[in-house]
């Protein structure tokens, strides 16, 4: 009984550890999103954004893990006594509710900061095929005057 506190214990603990880590994810998902709005998406710092945030996602994963091994050793234990257990086993109702809706949160500005990298590719790409396409009408009006395609109409009214 005693060890089946301590691995409760262990539970609430990763779960605490588990909620800073998506506070931190949130956090700089907020900071991914201040890069996104800014007219120069500067590479390399957005790209530390997302190394930080592998991390951290990393650690939930082996969190989540460990938690889900805990969890099946004691489970039979928790659910015979749960009065013993009572409180804790509020606290991780509550933290997994606080984890549930910080991923939620967390989902809904990737999301947003996902439509608006998509927002400033295809505007980036639209740049490049108008560069492309406006040389291509350059080019052609180049090789149309020295190759004397002139209508001589545009030029002269032949009726005086």
Known sequence: MEQTAMYVN???????????????ILDITKEQSELIKNDALEDDVFETTLDRKEILIN???EIDKGFTAVY???????????????????KIQELIKKCVDFGMEIEALEERNRAGIERKL???FKGVKQAK????VASKYYQSMANGYVNDSLLYDRKK
């Open 10 to 24: 262990i539970m609430q603990q990763s779960l605490e550890r588990k909620y800073d880590y998506l506070k931190e």
């Open 59 to 61: 650690n939930i994963n």
């Open 72 to 90: 099946d050793k004691v489970r039979g234990e928790v659910l015979e006594d749960r009065q013993l257990y009572r409180n804790q086993l509020l």
């Open 122 to 124: 295809s505007i980036g």
């Open 133 to 136: 396409q406006s040389k291509s």
